[in-house]
Nanobody, 122 residues
Framework: QVQLVESGGGLVQAGGSLRLSCAAS????????MGWFRQAPGKERDIVAA????????YYADLVKGRITSSRDNAKNKVYLQRNSLITDDTAGYYC???????????????WGQGPQVTVSS
């Protein structure tokens, strides 16, 4: 069983930047495809980014493309999400996720992070 612990989040002004971290344990980190999802109140949890086990391939949702970067450090068992040029619509809980499969899929998530809140003020 993989455990995920997130850090980061908080309040940021529109136009600002934020970095989230997710530390994994309990499983060989380099065997995991990692993803980031976000969920605003009353809305579904949607994927915003994914990164392959090596970090060589990434996916970004169209809504955030150009304002988001995901990276990982397999030596530290951590994955990161950098958000730039934040807008108020980016306000949500941000969840890291791990899967043993090559493609990130909500039906195949091994575990979720706790989803710290990111609030963007205007």
């Amino acid at each position: 069983q993989v455990q995920l612990v997130e850090s980061g989040g908080g309040l940021v002004q529109a136009g600002g930047s934020l970095r989230l971290s997710c530390a994994a344990s309990g499983r060989t980190f380099s065997s995991l495809t990692m993803g980031w999802f976000r969920q605003a109140p009353g809305k579904e949890r949607d994927i915003v980014a994914a990164i392959s086990w090596s970090g060589g391939r990434t996916y970004y949702a169209d809504l955030v493309k150009g304002r988001i970067t995901s990276s990982r450090d397999n030596a530290k068992n951590k994955v990161y999400l950098q958000r730039n040029s934040l807008i108020t619509d980016d306000t949500a809980g941000y969840y890291c996720a791990a899967t043993l499969f090559t493609k990130m899929n909500t039906k195949r998530i091994a575990n979720w992070g706790q989803g710290p809140q990111v609030t963007v003020s205007s």
